[in-house]
Structures are given as C-alpha cells and as structure tokens.
C-alpha cells in the first residue's frame, strides 16, 4: 500500500499544487511567497487525497 501512495501522491501532490500555484497567479498574488505557498499548500493537501484514492483502490481488489 505504501508504493502505491506514493506513486500516487507524485501525480496528485503535482496536480493539486499546479492547480494552487494556479488559482494564486490567477488572483494577482505574483510574487515568490505566495507561489511557494500554494504549491505546498497542494502538497499538504495532496496526503489525506492520496490516502483516500489509495484506500478505495484496495477495497476494490
């Protein structure tokens, strides 16, 4: 279960931090901090995702 979060969380840690990184630019926030924020913002928001995504994949096996 471990190797498939985190090959999972790769392309959701990715898609949810472009997505941040993303919506910050879209509102005006242009600088290196807020980026840097959204980006991890995603990241964080990717593990409990990642669980969940990880969790119903198994429950289907």
Do not use: N
């Amino acid at each position: 279960m471990l190797r498939l979060g985190l090959i999972l969380h790769l392309f959701i840690g990715s898609t949810l931090s472009g997505s941040a990184v993303i919506a910050a630019l879209t509102m005006g926030y242009d600088t290196l901090y807020p980026i840097l924020i959204a980006a991890l913002l995603g990241f964080i928001a990717a593990f409990p995702v990642t669980y969940i995504v990880t969790k119903k994949l198994y429950e289907l096996r």
